[in-house]
């Protein structure tokens, strides 16, 4: 990526992001064109190949700038100094949807982006998000002690469930001709309560 991205004015470079994050949220990566993306941005086909040399390129300082973007915002939200799993799962969940209501294109193309199967962008896409659906690298941050939970439950497995149900639900509000974050941040507050008195170990 040619550096002279980050010296355009923030609205500049605000836009061609917006405009790239609408572009791969239509259509999958192979079939979101880098001149339709341009014309969302207000520039020529040119211009955005002398800031990212391909789509590819593009796409993967997409993907980047949106984990880091969420993640800065659950530092922000100080989600990870809750002493309740339960409670950093759902913190974390209700940034997203704040998200979504700031950048509703970058949250869809989040989740396209998991689920985004060319080959070429596959093994970027599981180092830059994958680490979030990893049991292994957070079950430390996400405090998922084992005496916390009901006796014998396999944390992962339950980790594993919580995360792709999820996504599941938010994917399937995310297709909707409209988007109403408020409804999905209550139906969210009650699966985790659910989530909550299945899996916690009784006093």
């Known amino acids: 990526m040619n550096d ?5 004015p923030d609205d500049k470079r605000d836009k061609i992001i917006g ?6 949220s239509r259509y999958s990566y192979k079939n979101s064109p880098m001149s339709e993306i341009a014309a969302e941005a207000g520039i020529s086909k040119s211009l955005l190949f002398y800031y990212f040399k391909n789509k590819k390129e593009l796409y993967l300082f997409l993907c980047s ?9 659950m530092i922000r939200q100080k989600c990870y100094e809750k002493e309740d799993f339960f409670d950093i799962f759902l913190s974390g969940l209700k940034v997203k949807v704040q998200l979504m209501r700031q950048y509703p294109d970058l949250s869809l193309f989040q989740l396209k ?7 070429s962008l596959r093994p ?8 979030y659906s990893e049991f292994g690298s957070r079950s430390e941050i996400l405090k998922l002690d084992k005496d916390r939970f009901i006796e014998g439950l396999d944390l992962e497995m339950m980790y594993t469930d919580m995360f792709l149900a999820s996504q599941g ?3 399937e509000k995310l297709q909707g001709d409209s988007i109403d974050p408020d ?3 209550r139906d969210l507050v009650k699966l985790i309560g659910f989530w909550r008195q299945l899996y916690s170990r009784k006093a």
């Open 183 to 185: 409804a999905m941040e």
């Open 19 to 24: 405009a790239g994050y609408r572009v791969f």
């Open 124 to 131: 970027e896409i599981n180092r830059l998000i994958g680490k």
């Open 169 to 171: 639900y938010l994917w």
């Open 4 to 8: 002279s991205f980050f010296r355009l």
């Open 113 to 119: 982006a998991y689920y985004e199967r060319d080959k």
């Open 65 to 73: 700038y949106s984990t880091e973007l969420t993640e800065r915002e």
